[in-house]
T-cell receptor
Framework: AQSVTQLDSQVPVFEEAPVELRCNYS??????LFWYVQYPNQGLQLLLK??????LVESINGFEAEFNKSQTSFHLRKPSVHISDTAEYFC???????????FGAGTTVTVRA | DVKVTQSSRYLVKRTGEKVFLECVQD?????MFWYRQDPGLGLRLIYF???????EKGDIPEGYSVSREKKERFSLILESASTNQTSMYLC????????????FGSGTQLSVL
């Protein structure tokens, strides 16, 4: 079975500073990888996904994540954060042709002015 | 935009009560999901439905049942609520067989006293 580990539960960061959220997964077969974001008092929204192809994927709001098969990682980065990026971020994995998403425990990002 | 609506934002129930959590989606999605979200544990899948009257158990189905009589509505039932079922419950839906993007409701915070 696949599993996901998010290495940081809380990440405080100053506005306009870079941020990296770490995600490692374990699986004996190929997987699909996702990052979801949950803003305060809202449901989760898909931020970006890796299914195949280029190992670097980008979102429309400046986040990017790189799939690293040898290190079984899918870290999320943003070079310059805004106050509005304050949220909880979840890494998730699933097997191709399966419906089950396995989520990590989440990383809370708090951006301060 | 897809809208997934959960009937209550906050719910307080007593131990032993029968509890119904309702979820409605407006985009004709085949798939619907119930997750519970707990601090430090991320999201865990309770049940999944891929069609009307069809359901599959997720990772933690014990103590829960579900009902899907209409395509747009997916209900989670706690037959006899217990204090360890105090949690945030999230409903989600997705289209077709790809399962690539889940749309989440904003959640129901259930407290069982």
């Amino acid at each position: 079975a696949q599993s996901v580990t998010q290495l940081d539960s809380q990440v405080p960061v100053f506005e306009e500073a870079p941020v990296e959220l770490r995600c490692n997964y374990s699986s004996s077969v190929s997987v699909y990888l996702f990052w979801y974001v949950q803003y305060p008092n809202q449901g989760l929204q898909l931020l970006l996904k890796y299914l195949s192809g280029s190992t670097l994927v980008e979102s429309i709001n400046g986040f990017e994540a790189e799939f690293n098969k040898s290190q079984t990682s899918f870290h999320l980065r943003k070079p310059s954060v805004h106050i509005s990026d304050t949220a909880e971020y979840f890494c998730a994995v699933r097997l191709p042709h399966d419906y089950k998403l396995s989520f990590g425990a989440g990383t809370t990002v708090t951006v301060r002015a | 935009d897809v809208k997934v609506t959960q009937s209550s934002r906050y719910l307080v129930k007593r131990t032993g009560e029968k509890v119904f959590l309702e979820c409605v989606q407006d985009m004709d999605h085949e798939n619907m999901f119930w997750y519970r979200q707990d601090p430090g544990l991320g999201l865990r899948l309770i049940y999944f439905s891929y069609d009307v009257k069809m359901k599959e158990k997720g990772d933690i189905p014990e103590g829960y049942s579900v009902s899907r009589e209409k395509k747009e509505r997916f209900s989670l039932i706690l037959e006899s609520a217990s204090t360890n079922q105090t949690s945030m419950y999230l409903c989600a839906s997705s289209l077709g067989r790809g399962f690539e993007k889940l749309f989440f409701g904003s959640g129901t915070q259930l407290s069982v006293l």
